[in-house]
């Protein structure tokens, strides 16, 4: 199998460094590189085509927000994976809204760092810890989506998503085939008006669809 490449991108050296030292260690992950800000961590993506970012959120000049969102510009869409500090901030939720696939805290775990870049590498999976998810509580007197109406079978695959489970998962939990899976992901970010899993996420906590 072909290795997961890493991108680390953090304005503390020995973050990095610490980062590497994990990731390095594991069968099927490898490092390709590392930067000191947003616009490092561009160029570099651009350079070696990494298939996740490990991002910090607050770095100096370009920010991790506005890298996530230029990142996933890039041909080779990487996969981003926030690291960091705060767990209870509106950075996170920016994060969220610009595109990221995954959160992680700093003070995490060897093995729960491992298995954030593996889950977050998988192009169908997202991971939204549980303080992710209350972050994203509905606010007052917010509306609904416009669109049409998600069917019952539409609204149990999105609470299945929004929970960060991958389609595999997700037909799994509900005994139906990958397929059909992909094709009610595929009505709902359109119904949504989504361009992705995390956007459908975000709308559906946000707007009551799915509870936190």
Known sequence: MTSIRVLLADDEPLVRQGLR?????????????????GAEALAAARREEPDVICMDVRMPGV???????????????????????????????????????????KRARAEEIVQAVRTVASSDSLLLPEHVRALLRPRPQRARPDGPELT?????VLALLAEGLSNAE???????????????????????????????????????????
């Open 152 to 156: 019952a079978r539409e609204s149990e």
């Open 21 to 37: 030292m994990i990731l390095d260690s594991e069968d099927g992950i490898e490092v390709v590189g590392e930067a000191a800000d």
């Open 63 to 105: 920010d991790g927000i506005r890298a996530t969102e230029l990142a996933l510009r890039l041909p080779h869409r990487p996969r981003v994976l926030v690291v960091t500090t705060f767990e209870h901030d509106q950075y996170v939720q920016e994060a969220l809204a610009a595109g990221a696939a995954g959160f992680l805290l």
């Open 170 to 212: 997700i037909a799994d939990r509900l005994q139906l085939g990958v397929e059909t899976i992909r094709t009610h992901v595929a009505a709902i970010l359109r119904k949504l008006g989504a361009r992705d899993r995390t956007q459908a996420a975000v709308i559906a906590y946000r707007s009551g669809l799915v509870e936190p």
